[in-house]
């Protein structure tokens, strides 16, 4: 058996803050666990871009930070073992969005390393080279892709695939055998992820001009160009996913960026035309939010990296997601992306189980939110009364924190003593075994032209109340009441936050009552209960 680790989006800073160092210890924590401890040891690192977190870094600092981060990960999985590294748009650009593209940081990483790792993406505007097989020692062909270059533009986190790269890459292929895989590793995404693709340009660290001119300029000007997925795709990757597939070979591609493990495969549909099976890592490095909001402690997802196995045809990828802070350090999740068999040019894939392989970090008996709509006072929105429910199964958790959201202007009113009103988003501490009341305020857009306003013209023409369980739960249920004739036309979700997969949900109706619920809930699920609004 071949095993291959893909570390993806680490977003190392020169000067790491303590929460950084904490989650770089988990990780080689969680490598260690996997490899080492049980006597295994991985055969290829492969580091799919975002390397660091900023171009615009002393480069000292940044690469020998990142020297000694390798040499521990090196020793978790497996002393010398040999390292690929492609780049990512945050190792090219100012916070991976803002320009000009700068080739400086890539190339100290290059002449830091030597020959510890096989270091692409500085021969730019030549954008693939073929790892040597004497190098990776594998029984496939190995293509690195830099799909960073962006020589020109001021405000991009995306890149591009030239087929003309490729065709190159595959004229050095044409000797190897052809019942072998080939390997491609770039950062850029190929098609769409789930969950980021319709989300906007988080802009935390940019300056309030830059904010402005995202938010409200450009999209004045170019459709939707506040959304992510306008700039953070890799340009022509239509015609290279033609050339992968008339490569003739069962194809892998390994990519980060999006920071979710997820995995599409697609078939040749011509006569000798190869499988390409694409497979996208999570962050090792950041804890992603499950929805950008301003609330440093909301619920977030665990950082994680994929291992690879290949034996005798049989493809394996595993993602292992990581606790790295409270309870939750020392823990993590395992759960199967793809199990697939190669036969010459073609990918026989089996499905997998979406739940994890074992359930990690505590767990709830119930989860329920009731909500009661009501008009506003300002006439095209919603308030909203919700009594909260949350029962542990067994001594844990101790606490549950939640991040109660609203559109601008929504105002959170609490119940009982010491009542308070303030500006969504919102931090409560729920209180276990008990429930706990709020209000929300013109929380909810009423009308198409309020959420025009609020969200933008190209906006969905639904609104929505949510329940996010942040651990797994026997019995999560989301009832909602008093939206009248806009709850006839209602409808349901459940989404799994680690994947991005968003199911339909049977919504059971009731005395004008609208309830959503999963029994034996995977952790950290959202349930949704849409309705249309106002014309």
């Not at 590294?85 to 991976?96: A, K």
């Not at 491609?184 to 904010?211: K, Q």
């Not at 010459?344 to 119930?366: F, Q």
């Not at 969504?424 to 306003?453: D, F, K, M, N, W």
Request: proline share 5%.
């Amino acid at each position: 058996m071949h095993t291959l680790v893909q570390l993806s989006d680490l977003h190392l800073s020169p000067q790491a803050s303590p929460a950084q160092n904490d989650l770089y210890d988990a990780l080689i924590s969680a490598l260690r666990d996997r490899f080492v401890a049980v006597g295994l040891r991985a055969d290829l690192l492969v580091l799919t871009g975002d390397i660091f977190d900023s171009a615009r870094v002393d480069v000292g600092q940044a690469t020998r930070a990142f020297r000694s981060l390798h040499e521990r990960i090196c020793e978790a999985i497996g002393v010398a073992v040999p390292t690929v590294i492609v780049p990512g748009n945050h190792d090219r650009r100012r916070r991976g969005f803002v320009g000009p593209h700068d080739g400086r940081l890539f190339a100290a990483l290059r002449s830091a390393m030597g020959t510890r790792a096989f270091v692409h993406g500085c021969d730019t505007p030549f954008l693939a080279a073929v790892v040597p097989r004497e190098y990776h020692k594998l029984p496939l062909s190995l293509i690195a892709y830099d799909s960073t270059h962006l020589p020109r533009g001021l405000l991009s986190a995306g890149g591009a695939v030239r087929s003309e790269d490729l065709l190159q890459a595959a004229s050095l292929l044409e000797n190897e055998p052809r019942d072998e895989p080939v390997l491609v590793l770039m950062h850029h995404h190929l098609v769409p992820t789930p969950l980021t693709d319709i989300g906007s340009i988080e802009l935390d660290s940019a300056t309030s001009m830059l904010r402005w001119v995202v938010r409200k300029v450009l999209p004045s000007i170019i459709a939707n160009a506040d959304r992510e997925e306008l700039t953070m795709t890799a340009l022509g990757s239509g015609t290279a996913l033609s050339t992968l597939h008339e490569l003739g070979r069962a194809v892998l591609v390994l990519h980060g960026h999006k920071h979710y493990a997820t995995a599409r495969m697609l078939r040749g549909m011509i006569e000798n035309q190869g499988d390409v099976l694409i497979v996208s890592a999570g962050s090792a490095g950041v804890a992603e939010p499950w929805h950008p909001t301003a609330m440093s402690d909301a619920a977030k997802l665990w950082p994680s990296f994929n291992v690879v196995e290949l034996a005798d045809g049989e493809l394996s990828v595993e993602t292992l997601s990581f606790g790295y802070k409270g309870r939750s350090k020392g823990k993590f999740g395992r759960r199967k992306l793809v199990r697939a068999r190669q036969l010459n040019e073609a990918w026989r894939v089996s499905p997998v189980p979406l739940d994890p392989v074992a359930a990690v970090g505590p767990r709830l008996a119930r989860n329920h939110s009731h909500c009661r709509v009501h008009p506003s006072s300002q006439r095209d929105r919603l308030d909203y009364e919700c009594l909260r429910e949350v029962v542990p199964h067994g001594a844990s958790p101790r606490q549950y924190g939640e991040t109660v959201e609203g559109i601008p202007g929504a105002s959170l009113v609490a119940s009982g003593a010491g009542a308070s009103v303030r500006v969504a988003p919102v931090r409560i501490e729920l209180e276990l075994g008990q429930s706990t009341s709020y209000r929300l305020t013109g929380g909810l857009c009423r009308t198409l032209a309020e959420s025009e306003r609020v969200y933008g013209a190209s906006s969905s023409p639904y609104e929505w109340l949510g329940l996010m369980s942040r651990y797994a739960c026997d019995d999560v249920r989301l009832t909602v009441e008093g939206l009248g004739d806009l709850g006839e036309q209602a409808f349901a979700s459940s989404t799994d936050l680690g994947t991005g997969i968003e199911q339909p949900l049977r919504l059971e109706r009731a005395e004008g009552k609208l309830v959503a619920s999963v029994h034996n809930c995977a952790a950290r699920t959202l349930l949704r209960i849409y309705f249309p609004l106002a014309r």
